[in-house]
């Protein structure tokens, strides 16, 4: 008889020599493996969110089209637009009211400092978004063949966007080839998109498209991929796909009429216009072996 001493003992959860490894180090430093898998291949990378304050963008060349330089371009001109109509129209007011004997007295409120509220409310509410960040250098995302490719790339010390978060160290420090392993929802299949668009409505896979969706916008804003940015914004025919894919994939009415909608949504055109998202996508790519 087995005394309950020679039992072997249950194994416990492989850890790092420095303590947390698997799904526990991950939640620690609050970066995720992920898996995409595009024309070229599978790769491995990383992804996290942070507040959009925390971070500094990745440096890309910037051109007079950049999405983020141009927001900024047009804000500053609608504001100049709109405190030159105010002070034409304050102008207007204090002619009227000159005969007044109460215009002396009343104060009207400084349009300026009103203009200046609004921006500071917006600029707070941009800086406390989170925001995608991904292992990326120079607006390309690093991509790995294997895990341990991967892991030995985050020990090298190697300029990369993600080395800014506070948590890298820890990471760099604890991490191994075993706990390079993405969760599903961190799992996303590009190269097969634009075939399962193409086989038509009856055949679309609702979760495969949706979750495209989701990383492409994530990379596109990581990356600073304009057409991406563009070809997936709000209103855009792809951005109208994916709220039909959601409406359908909820069930219930909301599903009946997202079903509809799909239907009424070319196959060719959607399969085109993600195939030129995936393209820029797969372009912006630096492989690692």
Known sequence: ???????????????????????ALWE?????PVEIAL???????LRAYRKASELTP??????????FEARKRGATEDDDEEVIVDEEFQALLAEGDASSPASADSE??????????????????AANEEVPIFLSHKGRLLAFKSPESLVSFIRSGAPHDLAQLDTWATLADRVQSTDIDPQPDDRYELD??????????????????IAAGEVARDLGYALRLKPVILALNPGSPLDDLDESLRSAESGGMGGFF????????GAQQASLGWRSVIGKISAAVDWRD
């Open 58 to 67: 990745t440096e890309t060349e910037t051109d007079e089209d950049d999405p």
């Open 192 to 209: 097969l998109v634009v075939e399962n668009l193409r086989g038509g409505h009856d055949t679309w896979d609702l979760p495969l498209l």
């Open 108 to 125: 009207e409120p400084d349009p300026e400092d009103f203009e200046d509220e609004q921006e500071k409310e917006v600029e707070e509410k």
């Open 28 to 32: 620690e430093v609050r970066i995720a």
């Open 1 to 23: 008889m087995t005394s309950q001493s020679d039992e072997p003992e249950a194994s416990a959860p492989e850890q790092s020599a420095s303590g947390l490894s698997g799904p």
């Open 258 to 265: 997202g079903r509809r909608r799909l239907k009424k949504i």
């Open 39 to 45: 024309p070229a291949g599978v790769g491995l990378t």
